[in-house]
């Protein structure tokens, strides 16, 4: 089942794309269906839905052509990249950073995730003054690049809180039979 996406998600990886170079940026769209670039080369509205699918193949495809060696490091690089873009200074999430205070991001995950995506659903639970479990349950199909980008987006995010020395572990997936993609984090 594939649902929808708001269209942050998408300019998040566009820009990633787009630092990457013209070079690797031309290849990756030329790659994609005449109907992707066309959804992608018109103005993509950060509160607008676009179709999950889109984002699939975009990341995908960017996987395909410019993994150099470690597509699992690809996939963390982007959500770090995500959460920088989204939660960095002019990001349009911005507004759940509280310095000093990573548990209030992550406490927000949920609502955020919610906002973002028209299936599925976060849990967020603190399991200690600096640590805490986020858990992905009945989104669309499950894949490990998804839970690649999210460990990045949750270190990142608990980085721009002031967390340090960063941990962030999937200690159960979906895409490997589990019942939730669970994230433990923790930091310093």
């Given at each position: 089942?594939?649902?929808?996406?708001?269209?942050?998600?998408?300019?998040?990886?566009?820009?990633?794309?787009?630092?990457?170079?013209?070079?690797?940026?031309?290849?990756?769209?030329?790659?994609?269906?005449?109907?992707?670039?066309?959804?992608?080369?018109?103005?993509?509205?950060?509160?607008?839905?676009?179709?999950?699918?889109?984002?699939?193949?975009?990341?995908?495809?960017?996987?395909?052509?410019?993994?150099?060696?470690?597509?699992?490091?690809?996939?963390?690089?982007?959500?770090?990249?995500?959460a920088e873009t989204n939660l960095g200074q002019a990001g349009v999430q911005r507004a759940y950073l509280r310095e000093g205070d990573p548990q209030f991001l992550l406490r927000h995950v949920p609502r955020m995730y919610v906002a973002q995506h028209d299936t599925g659903r976060r849990e967020y639970v603190q399991t200690g003054e600096r640590s805490a479990?986020?858990?992905?349950?009945?989104?669309?199909?499950?894949?490990?690049?998804?839970?690649?980008?999210?460990?990045?987006?949750?270190?990142?995010?608990?980085?721009?809180?002031?967390?340090?020395?960063?941990?962030?572990?999937?200690?159960?997936?979906?895409?490997?039979?589990?019942?939730?993609?669970?994230?433990?984090?923790?930091?310093?």
């Amino acid at each position: 089942m594939i649902g929808k996406v708001k269209g942050t998600l998408l300019l998040a990886r566009m820009k990633y794309l787009r630092a990457q170079g013209v070079d690797s940026t031309e290849r990756v769209l030329r790659r994609l269906s005449e109907e992707d670039r066309r959804v992608l080369a018109d103005t993509i509205l950060p509160s607008s839905w676009y179709s999950a699918g889109v984002l699939l193949r975009l990341e995908t495809t960017i996987a395909a052509l410019l993994t150099r060696g470690d597509r699992h490091q690809l996939f963390r690089d982007m959500g770090r990249f995500s959460a920088e873009t989204n939660l960095g200074q002019a990001g349009v999430q911005r507004a759940y950073l509280r310095e000093g205070d990573p548990q209030f991001l992550l406490r927000h995950v949920p609502r955020m995730y919610v906002a973002q995506h028209d299936t599925g659903r976060r849990e967020y639970v603190q399991t200690g003054e600096r640590s805490a479990v986020l858990r992905t349950l009945e989104s669309e199909e499950a894949r490990i690049d998804d839970c690649l980008t999210t460990i990045g987006w949750l270190e990142r995010g608990v980085e721009l809180s002031g967390g340090r020395d960063v941990r962030v572990v999937e200690q159960e997936c979906r895409a490997r039979g589990g019942a939730a993609c669970e994230y433990h984090c923790e930091w310093q």
